[in-house]
């Protein structure tokens, strides 16, 4: 079915003219009490803003609980924080740098 000349094709999102699929969600395994999963939600809040405002690639955050899935129990409770995207994990994902550096290598490319 074709459109009116008037209205010209029709897009989704579009950055520079590009449709813009949207990103997979950054996942954060967790579970309750775990200060340093606070810490490393708190940290990964400022990075984002940070991207965001740079005009970076910013995803969705999903945060796993992983006691509510037993083999997430196993496979994360003496790694938490973990902070996956794309099939790459970062294990005790409390350092700045360290956390700075996989956001860019998996959202960038770089």
Known sequence: MSQPASEGPRRGPAYNGRVIAPLPA????????????EDTRDLLVALLSERGAA????????????????????RYLLTIPVVAYGGRELELATSPAKL??????VLDGA
């Open 55 to 74: 005009g970076l690639a910013v995803p969705p955050v999903v945060e796993c609980d992983i006691e509510t899935n037993d083999d997430w129990l196993r």
């Open 100 to 105: 700075r550096r996989f956001l860019t290598e």
């Open 26 to 37: 950054l996942v954060v395994y967790s579970r309750p009490g775990c200060h340093l999963c």
